[in-house]
């Protein structure tokens, strides 16, 4: 693999500096010269003055968070990274790549999870170039590559987790967004190493049911939710019938047998788990009447 090898290159403005005199220096020689009338001091101090100007192509701008990948007739040289107006050898292809952090969002995906269940998936992937050889040399368009190589990530990611946890510590793409996160990270490295691209960040930007099963899905969610809501009403009831009785025995006030301890029962339950409100009924005759 092609590793960067960073370079300098010459500060812009000393060498930029040097040529303008040489030129000038070139350009009086060049007259003095042609009024001698010597042809071949002529021609010499030309050929010298094409050598400075063509010099003169061999500057180049390079901005902050910027690099120059340089070849001389497709043999890498080096990358320039040092920000100003910097000189190197005109020959030199000078191809511009931004080391700038970018940002990158998927499509809505459409696979299906562990379970089978189809579901909608996108990421945003948070990335920049740390090596301009391999971005440049080692793939095609790492721009597009980082594209498709993020989808297939995600995809996959997606086929390894169910969308919602049926087991209490169960990993799910909804509920485990952070490891989901890292893991959805790590993956993407790895497929971008060869790119010479460093993921900063992933995360998933959209999760959903696919539309065909969204409705019946919701209504799953929505009987889990009722489930867990009655669970607790029911445990709190509980608690609460069973403080009464046992405040009851400890006054006692009323002594109440086994049968009239079942109907207390009842009727609590009945008040602290219905729905409704209650209608009370008051009893004008005796307990047990």
Known sequence: MIREAERSGIPGLPMLLFLLVGLGLVAWAVVGAVKDQ???????WMAVEIIVIVCLFGFFIVNPNEGRV?????????????????????????????????????????VND????PIEIA???????????????EVDNYENYVKVQTEAAVRNLATRY??????????????????????????????????????????LSHLAYAPEIASAMLRRQQAG??????????????????????????SNQVQLDEERKAAM??????????????????????LYQ
């Open 265 to 286: 029962v009842s009727n609590l339950l009945v008040v602290l788990c219905s729905d409704r409100d209650a209608q009370p009924v008051v009893n004008t005759g005796t």
């Open 162 to 203: 169910t969308y919602d946890a049926h087991e209490e510590h169960q990993t799910s793409l909804r509920g485990s967004t952070a490891a989901v996160a890292k893991d959805l990270q790590h993956e993407i490295q790895e497929r971008l190493a060869k790119a010479g691209v460093q993921v900063i960040e992933a995360r």
């Open 70 to 110: 340089m070849q001389l007739f497709g043999d890498y040289k080096g990358t320039v990274k040092t920000a100003g107006l910097r000189w190197a050898n005109p020959f030199y292809s000078k191809r511009h790549i931004s080391l700038r952090v970018r940002n990158f969002e998927s499509g809505h995906l459409k």
């Open 225 to 250: 939710a009722i489930i867990a809501a009655r669970q607790k009403i029911v445990e709190g009831a509980v608690g609460m019938v069973d403080m009464a009785l046992a405040r009851l025995a400890e």
């Open 123 to 137: 990421a945003v992937v948070v990335w920049r170039v740390v090596d301009t050889a391999e971005a440049v040399f």
């Open 114 to 117: 562990s379970d089978g269940n």
């Open 38 to 44: 010597a042809l071949v001091p002529v021609l010499a």
